[in-house]
């Protein structure tokens, strides 16, 4: 069958996340003016702080409650993401297991917890973000794939996960492609949401409770003083500004962290996704996707995908892109070679959708560690507590970090800070250029990998050996 041309396809795509390019995005807040002082500063308006102010003033509707966001709440990885809120507070079952082993069942019993009172605050604010629990296809498309799928469902079934182990003619009947060997469907543990609009729901919630939020505004230091803390401040006009904070949450993931400790522990990685334009009647029936689970292969370098609320696909993932330094620019957003490539991959897995075109294209940063899920902290004398390396599941973990860091921050000894996932920090990556060396060779083997029916060579079968494997 000859296949479009991805580029035909990918034309007419807008180079921006479909998420935020719609006429409901929020107005901007104003900028912070002047000094001001606040009980709780919270530092970045992405899930994470959104979370962490919304539980806060719940807990405390008298504790004056100021966030703090460079550019709009929402406008980074939190509004461009997959939209796939997941259970998993470890990434993965397999990882929480390797890692976790003395604690796992109390992290998976968090992990529902936590997507249960997601879905609730959803319900109980109002917030339009098109939340399914849907549940997840995991799906092989080399024969080797399918062993890790049998495996993967024993141990979803040892702790008591919904599963089905799917052959192919069972698989395609949910989703027709004729790359599908088998599948794995974990029924109740993921959700489909539309990102961007949880994010603006939050920032709602936020601010009718009274949490003030000035978008806009950089934290571009922070000092002691005194009890308190002082966080230097400049705003969109360059006027700059101070806040006085009894405390300071900071959540800012992957971007340049406040504190130089974490500098070393927390990596950059580009993802890029397509969005196609809306399917038609036809089209949909060609590939069935009646239960609309979200989707994921089970290679190494690996595809996601969905349908949205208005019928369209989803499909990112594959190309994880780090670069010198921990560099961030608004132009590595744009990579016409992984665009090609995810446009090649999506008419592999669904010829039948020859027609259709793209409608947007966009990429963007993600935090990640060397043990694959969020680690934290506290510092200042634990006048701030801190949380990253979420690495592409923090849709659902960032609820769950923002109550550990409200414990942290509050100097509380709770079940959550005496977790070992709590306490326990990730190996730090080497400074460059062994950094940047290391990650390509890792990425280079995991591609060879995937080319050589799964097998692994020395480097990553030396990187298994000191437990940081990667586990996608």
């Given at each position: 069958m000859n296949l479009p041309h991805p580029g035909r396809a990918l034309a007419d795509a807008v180079r921006a996340p479909y998420w935020l390019d719609r006429p409901e995005r929020p107005d901007p807040l104003p900028p912070l003016v002047g000094p001001t002082a606040a009980d709780?500063?919270?530092?970045?308006?992405?899930?994470?702080?959104?979370?962490?102010?919304?539980?806060?003033?719940?807990?405390?509707?008298?504790?004056?409650?100021?966030?703090?966001?460079?550019?709009?709440?929402?406008?980074?990885?939190?509004?461009?993401?997959?939209?796939?809120?997941?259970?998993?507070?470890?990434?993965?079952?397999?990882?929480?297991?390797?890692?976790?082993?003395?604690?796992?069942?109390?992290?998976?019993?968090?992990?529902?917890?936590?997507?249960d009172a997601i879905a609730a605050t959803v319900a109980e604010y109002g917030i339009d973000c098109d939340f399914e629990r849907t549940g997840e296809l995991a799906v092989a498309v080399e024969p080797?794939?399918?062993?890790?799928?049998?495996?993967?469902?024993?141990?979803?079934?040892?702790?008591?996960?919904?599963?089905?182990?799917?052959?192919?003619?069972?698989?395609?009947?949910?989703?027709?492609?004729p790359t599908y060997l088998g599948g794995l469907w974990d029924r109740d543990r993921v959700a489909m949401l539309d990102p961007a609009r949880l994010a603006w729901g939050l920032r709602r919630a936020c601010l009718d409770l009274g949490v003030r939020i000035h978008e806009h505004t950089r934290v571009t230091g922070l000092r002691r003083a005194g009890a308190a803390l002082h966080a230097e401040t400049?705003?969109?006009?360059?006027?700059?500004?101070?806040?006085?904070?009894?405390?300071?949450?900071?959540?800012?993931?992957?971007?340049?962290?406040?504190?130089?400790?974490?500098?070393?522990?927390?990596?950059?990685?580009?993802?890029?996704?397509?969005?196609?334009?809306?399917?038609?009647?036809?089209?949909?029936?060609?590939?069935?996707?009646?239960?609309?689970?979200?989707?994921?292969?089970?290679?190494?370098?690996?595809?996601?995908?969905?349908?949205?609320?208005?019928?369209?696909?989803?499909?990112?993932?594959?190309?994880?892109?780090?670069?010198?330094?921990?560099?961030?620019?608004?132009?590595?957003?744009?990579?016409?070679?992984?665009?090609?490539?995810?446009?090649a991959h999506f008419f592999t897995t669904f010829p039948q959708l020859a027609e259709v075109r793209f409608?947007?294209?966009?990429?963007?940063?993600?935090?990640?560690?060397?043990?694959?899920?969020?680690?934290?902290?506290?510092?200042?004398?634990?006048?701030?507590?801190?949380?990253?390396?979420?690495?592409?599941?923090?849709?659902?973990a960032t609820r769950f970090g923002a109550r550990v860091l409200l414990d942290l921050v509050a100097g509380a000894d709770t079940p959550l800070t005496r977790l070992a996932l709590v306490r326990d920090k990730p190996l730090p990556f080497p400074p460059e250029p062994a950094r940047?060396?290391?990650?390509?060779?890792?990425?280079?083997?995991?591609?060879?990998?995937?080319?050589?029916?799964?097998?692994?060579?020395l480097w990553l079968r030396t990187l298994d050996r000191f437990g940081l494997g990667f586990d996608s």
């Open positions: 709780l500063l919270v530092v970045g308006g992405g899930y994470g702080g959104l979370w962490a102010a919304l539980l806060a003033k719940r807990a405390d509707p008298g504790r004056d409650v100021l966030l703090l966001e460079a550019g709009s709440c929402g406008w980074a990885a939190s509004g461009r993401n997959g939209g796939f809120c997941a259970a998993s507070l470890t990434h993965g079952l397999a990882n929480g297991v390797h890692r976790f082993p003395d604690e796992i069942d109390e992290l998976e019993r968090l992990g529902r917890e936590n997507l080797y794939q399918l062993e890790g799928l049998a495996e993967d469902v024993a141990l979803a079934r040892r702790y008591g996960h919904d599963v089905s182990l799917l052959d192919a003619d069972e698989v395609r009947a949910e989703v027709d492609s400049t705003g969109a006009d360059g006027i700059p500004g101070v806040v006085r904070a009894d405390r300071v949450v900071m959540a800012t993931n992957a971007f340049p962290p406040l504190l130089r400790r974490l500098r070393a522990r927390v990596v950059p990685v580009y993802d890029y996704a397509l969005m196609t334009e809306p399917l038609t009647p036809a089209q949909r029936d060609a590939i069935g996707w009646r239960n609309r689970q979200g989707l994921a292969d089970t290679g190494n370098q690996f595809h996601y995908y969905r349908i949205t609320g208005d019928g369209r696909i989803l499909f990112g993932g594959y190309d994880a892109v780090y670069h010198y330094g921990n560099r961030m620019a608004p132009a590595l957003e744009q990579r016409e070679a992984t665009f090609t490539a995810l446009a409608s947007h294209r966009w990429g963007g940063v993600i935090d990640t560690c060397t043990r694959f899920c969020a680690f934290f902290g506290t510092a200042y004398d634990g006048r701030l507590a801190y949380a990253a390396g979420y690495t592409g599941l923090g849709v659902g940047a060396v290391g990650i390509g060779l890792t990425r280079w083997s995991l591609a060879r990998a995937d080319a050589r029916q799964g097998r692994r060579n």
